[in-house]
């Protein structure tokens, strides 16, 4: 077994709570090494509250085993997943489901500022959106609404 | 105190700061901070967790099986404000800048998984901050928001070790208390409120042993 495989594996596990996109999409999986049979993954949460983590391990080492495999996914806490690491075919999966994908990391810590600013809804595309909530259904999501079409739409945090 | 000792403060105050958030679930003035209180209260759960699995082989046994004398948490986290607003907010503001001074610290730290879990807490923290920043923009000439700043100064300072404080007494332009006002706000001196959140949070491991769900 080759780690390509498995990351072509990977590639089909969906994410618990926004099943369009899936794990490698997201950017959860940092590293796939293959050791005889034996699978090691880095896996790195995204928020440390969501409660969706142990789905998302649990689902790869099944995914893992499927292949014939044993899994070993280690779970890594630091800095290392950030929204930037979301893949172009995510963020596009993402926009077509109605989440708008986040910004890109900058160097400083984001601000009220610019998270007054227009972010395209994505629904009609309007710039002409606020903020209405930092917070949203799940850790990683802020709630906008878009003056254009009215309707309120889900952000993800820029991490 | 070593840094082990600093990170059991840290998980214990968000934890329990983390309940007494969750608190606000369904009953906040408004649905908007409903959602926003409930999902603070999941950021601050998911810190403690992970701070405890720095310490410890089981989380959950560190922050559930100890007795209530044994934890670390500040008493500014520990009282129940439900369902006064003012104080809610006032501690937000004040425990959220607190916290980002030692988060600031531990990312500096020499061992790496201390940093790196510390760099991770502070990118979810800052969201925390921007939110406590609003409301301190919304309440600031509010009479009973002041009050509740007034009253909670002491409790905030005493989250922080002596080294920390004076940075904190000038984030809020506010002298530092004398140290007789900091009497009984020490670490592990429990307020009123503690005994029935206590028992309240570790009820189903007491009752069922080796619980999971």
């Known amino acids: 077994m080759t780690a390509e495989q498995v990351w072509a594996a990977l590639e089909e596990v969906e994410d618990p709570e926004i099943p369009v996109v899936s794990l490698v999409d997201l950017g959860v999986v940092l590293d796939v090494q293959v050791d005889g049979d034996r699978v090691h993954v880095e896996f790195t949460p995204t928020f440390l509250g969501c409660p969706a983590l142990e789905v998302m391990r649990d689902r790869m080492a099944a995914r893992v085993a499927e292949l014939g495999a044993e899994p070993d996914i280690e779970v890594v806490l630091d800095d290392s997943w950030s929204t930037d690491r979301i893949t172009p075919r995510g963020r596009e999966k993402l926009r077509a489901a109605g989440f708008a994908p986040p910004a890109p990391r900058e160097a400083a810590q984001p601000t009220l500022v610019q998270l007054g600013r227009g972010f395209r809804c994505p629904y009609c595309g309007s710039a002409e959106t606020r903020l209405d909530n930092l917070f949203g259904p799940t850790p990683c999501r802020s709630i906008r609404y878009c003056e254009s079409c009215k309707q309120p739409f889900e952000q993800f945090k820029t991490i | ?213």
């Open chain 2, 1 to 213: 105190m070593s840094e082990r000792a600093q990170l059991l403060q840290v998980a214990d105050d968000e934890l329990v700061l983390g309940w007494r958030n969750s608190e606000w679930t369904g009953i906040a003035p408004v649905l908007e901070e409903d959602v926003a209180f409930s999902s603070i209260a999941q950021n601050e759960i998911g810190h403690a967790r992970a701070l405890y699995q720095l310490l410890a082989d089981d989380a959950d046994a560190l922050a559930l099986d100890r007795q209530p004398d044994q934890y670390r948490c500040a008493p500014l986290v520990q009282l129940r404000f439900v369902p006064d607003w003012a104080r809610t907010i006032a501690r937000h503001v004040l425990y959220e800048a607190a916290d980002e001074l030692r988060i600031e610290r531990l990312k500096a730290s020499e061992d790496e998984a201390v940093a790196g879990l510390a760099a991770k807490i502070d990118r979810e923290e800052v969201y925390h901050r921007l939110h406590a920043e609003m409301w301190a923009d919304r309440l600031r000439d509010e009479p009973r928001y002041r009050e509740a700043i007034e009253e909670l100064w002491p409790y905030a300072v005493a989250v922080l070790e002596p080294g920390l404080r004076p940075r904190l007494a000038a984030r809020f332009g506010l002298e530092l208390p004398s140290d007789n006002s900091l009497l009984g706000l020490e670490r592990g001196m429990p307020v009123d409120d503690w005994p029935a959140l206590w028992d309240e949070m570790t009820m189903v491991r007491r009752s069922v042993a080796g619980a999971t769900w």
